[in-house]
């Protein structure tokens, strides 16, 4: 069992950057270090899309629209994974949800909100 919990959401001007974080919870024995993780986000009257991959053995993959603008990455030690966001424009204006996977075992965040406006 993982909770999965995001920070770092809010207002930014256009061209701004922020930091998402995914604090990760875990039953005891578990290791969030063996799952993969992703983010995705989901703007207004809009469908849920893949923003970002994180697999568990390091390789990592970006939805068209944030290659070259976003980073995911992990600190297993911490059990968190980031998403930074740079030069964001209004079409990133969404809620971003955190999710692991391991095998059959799938986990969400409940969404921290990203608002892109001058």
């Given at each position: 069992?993982?909770t999965?919990v995001e920070?770092g959401g ?5 061209g701004?950057s922020?930091k ?19 983010w ?6 809009k469908q849920r899309?893949?923003?970002a991959?994180?697999y ?8 068209d629209f944030?290659?070259g603008?976003f980073?995911?990455s992990?600190?297993?030690?911490k ?5 930074q ?6 079409e990133?204006?969404?809620d971003?949800y955190?999710?692991?996977e391991?095998f059959s075992?799938t986990?969400w965040?409940?969404?921290t ?6």
């Amino acid at each position: 069992q993982v909770t999965l919990v995001e920070s770092g959401g809010g207002l930014v001007q256009p061209g701004g950057s922020l930091k998402l974080s995914c604090t990760a919870t875990t039953a005891p024995g578990d290791i969030f270090g063996a799952y993969h993780v992703k983010w995705y986000r989901q703007a207004p009257g809009k469908q849920r899309e893949l923003v970002a991959v994180l697999y568990n053995n390091g390789r990592q993959q970006y939805a068209d629209f944030a290659k070259g603008r976003f980073t995911i990455s992990r600190d297993i030690d911490k059990n968190m994974v980031y998403l930074q966001m740079n030069n964001l424009n209004s079409e990133d204006t969404a809620d971003y949800y955190c999710y692991g996977e391991l095998f059959s075992h799938t986990y969400w965040g409940q969404g921290t909100q990203v608002t892109v406006s001058s």
